[in-house]
């Protein structure tokens, strides 16, 4: 009996200290890692909703996404204090993840995914009576 509860007590202290280890692990790296899945599935959903993707397509969109985001945190981790280096590195990703949409997605609707990304890029400008007096 006691060499159940000696037993016992050591597995619970051992697995309390891999945890811990991995905790530590964690905060060292803390833009390592993977996404979560309601962040991709986020993502995927907003593509297949404005591009009508089909059931292949949106599988394969879900695994590319899931890749974009892990090196897009690997990124903004890694490059934090280099901001020319994390946009030139942010750029590559951008181009390599198009690069592999233009693999999964029909013209047209790679077509639709670069006008939407023009959209977004460009800075909409204030209206004329914001931010003066009067």
Known sequence: MKSLLS?????????TAASAQMK????ELPGVGTPSAT?????????????HLNEAQFI?????????????????????SDAAMRNAKLLEL??????ECSRILTPSQ?????????RDSVPTAPAS????IG
């Open 94 to 99: 951008e181009s390599q993840f198009e690069a």
């Open 39 to 51: 962040q991709v599935d986020e993502a995927t959903r907003q593509m297949s909703n404005q591009l």
């Open 129 to 132: 009576n914001e931010g003066g």
């Open 7 to 15: 037993t016992l007590i050591l597995l619970v202290a051992l697995s």
């Open 60 to 80: 394969r969109l879900r695994a590319a996404n899931k890749i974009k985001l892990a090196r897009l945190d690997e990124i903004q981790w890694q490059y934090e």
């Open 110 to 118: 790679l077509s639709m995914y670069q006008n939407e990304q023009k």
């Open 24 to 27: 530590e692990r964690h905060a």
